[in-house]
């Protein structure tokens, strides 16, 4: 059976592929940590068929782990009063009860997959996708991390076609932590390609290597300044503007047409405002302001955001591509008048 992982640029049409792949007949499921690309999955599978079909499910990764692999294999075992979204309790052992489960009998949803991989219950897990789905399809692969990357990888040889995008400088959050397990997974794209291909899944980093979203000086900017290689099909230029003035900056924040996006603690600027992670997955946005702090904005004048770490940039990269048409940067330090 067919089983890839497509690398995507940002605006590079990866919802498109995803739906193309599927038929009003298929059975597939499709797996996603963010809720917005959830709801926007689902939205443009309605536009292509007008309904969704039956046979198609989308999940997040957490609703999948919890309602399709742990209540129907082990909640009867376990006896577990739901989820707990708290930090786990540090040094409790895998063979006690309280590594997984907190003192009201709710389990740690960060340790879920390594529940069901500790209980050995993956190939039953694989056997139930192959029994209800002909397709796994999985949106932003490249924010798994931790124990759920090794527990997608056990999905990988079940007897479904397999089909997983994402951007690998995309990177900006991890589905799960849990100490030093995969902690270097994103450090090199060459040794996480050869994950991929160790587990018999085939990465293509052409399909979807220039985006339709941005502009060529988006783009520009974007290979410039966070140091990450983008390309347009795009022929039009657009405006990359730095501001310095005050009152060109409080234009912009009342301006409810452009979205302000910030590093941290965009609440507290009383705008049309997200942080730059919580962005991704959005495709709405035309002209976009991008809003950094004192350092973030020494690095960009001295043109050495490559320099940041690479979450951060990665969160950077998210920010930028979310752009149609314009990116104004701009300093913190101009809309503190307005900080809450």
């Known amino acids: 059976m067919d089983k890839r992982v497509d690398f995507a640029v940002a605006g590079s049409g990866k919802t498109t592929l995803l739906t193309e792949h599927l038929s009003e007949y298929s059975r597939a499921l499709i797996l996603t940590h963010i809720r917005n690309n959830e709801a926007h999955l689902r939205a443009r599978l309605i536009q292509r068929f007008d309904f969704l079909p039956d046979g198609i499910r989308i999940m997040t990764w957490f609703e999948f782990l ?8 082990l909640q009867q075992h376990l006896q577990s009063r739901g989820l707990s979204f708290v930090q786990p309790q540090p040094g409790t052992a895998r063979v006690q009860r309280l590594h997984f489960q907190d003192g009201n009998g709710r389990h740690y949803h960060r340790l879920l997959s390594l529940l069901l991989m500790h209980r050995n219950v993956i190939p039953d897990i694989r056997a139930r996708l192959g029994r209800y789905y002909d397709a796994l399809l999985v949106d932003d692969v ?38 030093n397990t995969n902690s270097t997974l994103h450090d090199d794209i060459t040794r996480y390609e050869s994950r991929f291909l160790a587990s018999g899944v085939v990465p293509d980093r052409l399909t979807l290597s220039k985006t339709w979203r941005s502009s060529p000086s988006v783009c520009s900017s974007i290979s410039e300044y966070p140091g990450i290689r983008i390309e347009s099909h795009r022929k039009d230029e ?26 941290q603690e965009h609440h507290r600027y009383g705008c049309h405002s997200l942080n730059w992670g919580a962005s991704s997955g959005l495709d709405h946005f035309t002209d976009v302001c991008i809003v950094l702090g004192a350092k973030h904005w020494t690095l960009l004048t001295a043109r050495r955001l490559n320099e940041l770490p690479p979450a951060i940039r990665n969160k950077l990269c998210v920010a930028c591509s979310r752009a149609r048409g314009r990116i104004w940067f701009l300093p913190e330090r101009l809309l503190s008048q307005f900080r809450q």
Do not use: M, P, W
């Open 142 to 179: 490249q924010d798994f991390a931790g124990h759920d990357f090794n527990f997608l990888f056990g999905l990988c040889s079940a007897e479904v076609s397999l089909l997983l995008a994402g951007d690998f400088y995309q990177h900006s959050f991890d589905t799960s932590r849990d100490g």
């Open 66 to 73: 919890h309602g399709f692999c742990f209540r129907q294999l």
């Open 238 to 263: 657009t405006l990359i503007e730095l501001i310095t003035c005050q009152n060109a900056a409080a234009g912009l924040h009342a301006d409810d047409e452009v979205i302000k996006l910030f590093y």
